[in-house]
């Protein structure tokens, strides 16, 4: 039994989590190329860059928002954690519940931000929230 689970340990990954290195430039040739095609119809250029202080700032959004979103996950695990280590007992279960119900509600603002703050960034040429 154990020679069978560290032959599934083994190739599992191997087989699942193989990374191809090869492919990672891809979207950027294909977007290169999509932007010469536009360039070549009469286009502008629609690249990242129109503004680089908006672009700064859609990039800082983007980046603190996803912090917020690690942060919701690691609350949403010591959440869990502590509901587990209850045991039936109430009031660690009441504080498991509220670590969880404060993390959903602090999701519920994190993607309410993202999503006004896309809007806008939007509305004001930003082209650094679209994902690359």
């Known amino acids: 039994m154990k020679k069978l689970l560290i032959i599934i340990l083994i190739i599992f990954p191997i087989l699942f989590f193989n990374i191809s290195f090869v ?11 999509l932007n010469n095609t536009a360039i070549n119809s009469g286009y502008e250029n629609q690249t990242v860059g129109q503004d680089p202080f908006v ?20 609350l949403t695990i010591y959440g869990g954690y502590l ?24 999701l519920i603002i994190v993607i309410s ?16 929230l679209i994902p690359q």
């Open 83 to 106: 509901w587990m280590l209850a045991r039936g007992n109430e009031e660690d279960l009441k504080k498991a519940q509220e670590v969880l119900r404060g993390a959903v509600i602090g």
């Open 55 to 74: 672009d700064t700032i859609a990039k800082v959004v983007q980046m603190v928002l996803g912090l917020l979103g690690v942060v919701f996950f690691g």
């Open 113 to 128: 931000a993202y999503a006004v703050s896309y809007y806008i960034i939007s509305k004001i040429g930003a082209k650094a």
């Open 23 to 33: 492919k990672a430039d891809t979207f950027k040739l294909f977007s290169d190329s």
